[in-house]
């Protein structure tokens, strides 16, 4: 699943014009420019079956957007809003879908450590990811 959702970021061209290949899962490289997106597994728990295995699992995906602006943060987290709604796919006979939980409305100043400049901004949208196992 995680290969397949930073393929699908990094091949939708809203983000990609943003961000182009700064698509990470959990940690931005070091000196890694804005913007940029980190996705971080925040659960992912397959279905509950009294017989057999499951052949479903319910994630969830927590995706930062972050840039050296308040409104370039926003804009992405609108492309990542865009490609998730409801994104039905199938890849490797394996098929996923894809909702947004929440699209957070406001906008983090972060300093330090995580920020990539002086200040960095950070947009959150959480998705549900559905996948066949």
């Not at 199938?90 to 983090?108: L, M, N, P, Q, T």
């Amino acid at each position: 699943m995680e290969e397949w959702l930073r393929a699908k970021m990094l091949e939708t061209a809203g983000i990609s014009d943003i961000a182009g290949n700064r698509v990470d899962w959990e940690l931005r490289p070091q000196g890694d420019d804005a913007p940029a997106i980190v996705l971080h597994l925040i659960s992912d728990v397959p279905e509950l079956k009294m017989t057999g295995n499951p052949i479903w699992s319910d994630a969830r995906v927590q995706v930062d957007c972050w840039a050296k602006t308040p409104g370039a943060a926003i804009r992405l987290r609108r492309a990542v809003v865009a490609l998730c709604q409801g994104l039905r796919d199938v890849a490797a006979g394996k098929k996923y879908r894809v909702f947004v939980i929440d699209a957070d409305s406001k906008v983090e100043a972060q300093k330090g450590e995580a920020s990539i400049g002086a200040i960095d901004h950070r947009a959150s949208v959480d998705l549900r990811v559905i996948r066949q196992l």
